[in-house]
């Protein structure tokens, strides 16, 4: 049995095909396809995750379908070209709602089988002058538009004209896509917390001699006990030195006694990215040289999420970790240099050895969301309903040339932030970061829930 249409997240899908279909003027057609299923192996496919701009756009959850905006098209405004009904195939692979389905369930004003798309495309695009659409993403689908373009061309002695202008989708999706409706933020808070859940639950079973796997496996079951089956990206799980390679993903190492781990994880909802990052101690203490470059990186991330409001510029809170992290350097013998010449060993990137990426991303629906982040080529303001992270770290290689006591040691602190009105919301709240309330949580040990 199909679960009941949500007729207010239906309402919400249909305000937004609205304004789109405002942005892009009657005198344009926008084009967007839906995910494909990818083969893994012979007969088994990669889970399917449905196109995060086709889900913002249409809800609909099928793959390989083409959703198609054409403001004030005689036929409708919003058409969905999907995969027929097949009873046959439904044994094997599910349900599907068809062409039926997708006016019912999902608004079209018109649905067509997928096998008609390259011959009623050309009919949409009759007359209009320009084509928004994910332009250079798909090689395959980019040949589909050319062949639709050139149908319409063929009938210039018809008086039929053809679109003049491609443009990317980006530019009408993605920059709606960074300000976040209630809705969106009610699930992105219910992911942070799914995900906060997970990581305390880590911090409470953590020993010595467990895998890097062991905790990869509990944070996944935590996340979906919780009803976040799936997560945002691969998990990162990376005990003593593995924590210094970025996107560790290997997962596989003996987490030893008197090293740290990092875990870097974060869980999907409803299509919602989490991405939280806690490093603790595997005995459940840290040791003074661990707690002296932890507290350093704390305390820029404290200093980078103060500088998350609105009206200051993405870049802010960037600056800000990096005025902690290479004063705290210098002061560990890490870099040489003076405190006074702040400015100028930021300048020259001294921190780079060992602070290689950026202080944070965009968040929603992809981990690292779409969205851009100058205008103009200025960095732009912060506003209210962006998501973003701020994620700074410390990775000091076994080799580097620094006090001995801090080689081989990787540390990255992440929390998840909505810009509010009047300042900030740390949606990862709940997942301890202060090493003191670790340690505490850590020496209570393994409790339900």
């Not at 944070?219 to 006990?225: G, Q, T, Y």
Request: hydrophobic content about 40%; charged content about 30%; some cysteine.
């Amino acid at each position: 049995m199909e679960a009941p249409i949500d007729t207010k997240s239906a309402n919400a899908l249909r305000r937004r095909r609205r304004d789109v279909a405002r942005a892009i003027g009657a005198d344009a057609v926008l084009i967007v396809p839906a995910a494909r299923e990818v083969a893994r192996n012979r007969d088994v496919h990669y889970p399917f995750r449905q196109n995060s701009d086709f889900t913002w756009l249409t809800g609909f959850p099928e793959p390989d379908a083409v959703a198609v905006l054409a403001p004030k098209h005689k036929d409708g405004e919003y058409l969905l070209f999907c995969r027929p009904r097949d009873p046959e195939r439904e044994v094997w692979d599910g349900h599907r709602h068809g062409a039926e389905g997708a006016v019912a369930r999902f608004g079209a004003d018109a649905a067509h089988p997928l096998a008609e798309l390259d011959e009623k495309l050309p009919a949409l695009l009759a007359d209009r002058k320009r084509i928004h659409y994910p332009l250079g993403l798909d090689d395959t689908f980019d040949l589909r538009v050319m062949a639709w373009l050139r149908a319409v061309r063929a009938k210039a002695r018809k008086g039929i004209s053809a679109p003049s202008e491609l443009i990317s989708s980006d530019g009408v999706l993605h920059e709606r896509r960074v300000i976040k409706s209630s809705a969106e933020l009610a699930t992105m808070r219910r992911a942070a917390r799914i995900s906060a859940a997970a990581h305390r639950r880590l911090m409470r079973t953590c020993k010595p001699g467990m895998d890097e796997q062991q905790l990869e496996a509990s944070f996944l079951a935590a996340c979906a006990e919780r009803g976040a089956r799936f997560q945002a990206y691969p998990p990162i799980v990376g005990g003593g030195a593995n924590a210094c390679v970025l996107h560790y993903v290997d997962n596989a190492a003996k987490l030893a006694d008197g090293d740290l781990v990092l875990v870097d994880a974060g869980c999907e909802l409803d299509g919602y990215a989490s991405d939280i990052t806690r490093t603790f101690p595997v005995n459940g203490r840290f040791s003074r040289p661990q707690r002296t470059l932890y507290d350093l990186v704390l305390r820029a991330q404290l200093a980078a999420i103060e500088a998350v409001k609105p009206g200051k510029r993405w870049n802010a809170p960037h600056k800000a970790a990096l005025k902690v992290l290479t004063r705290g350097l210098v002061q560990l013998g890490c870099i040489d240099g003076q405190p006074e010449d702040l400015r100028q060993l930021i300048k020259d990137e001294k921190y780079k050895p060992f602070y290689m990426h950026r202080t944070g991303h965009w968040l929603g629906m992809d981990v690292h969301d779409v969205g851009s982040y100058k205008h103009d080529g200025k960095w732009r303001p912060l506003e209210p309903g962006m998501v973003l992270t701020v994620e700074p770290g410390l990775y000091i290689a076994p080799d580097a040339e620094v006090p001995a006591e801090y080689r081989g040691i990787g540390i990255r602190v992440e929390d998840d932030l909505l810009v509010t009105e009047d300042g900030h919301e740390v949606l990862s709240r709940d997942v301890p970061k202060e090493p003191d309330a670790i340690e505490q949580l850590m020496a209570a040990g393994e409790v339900p829930g």
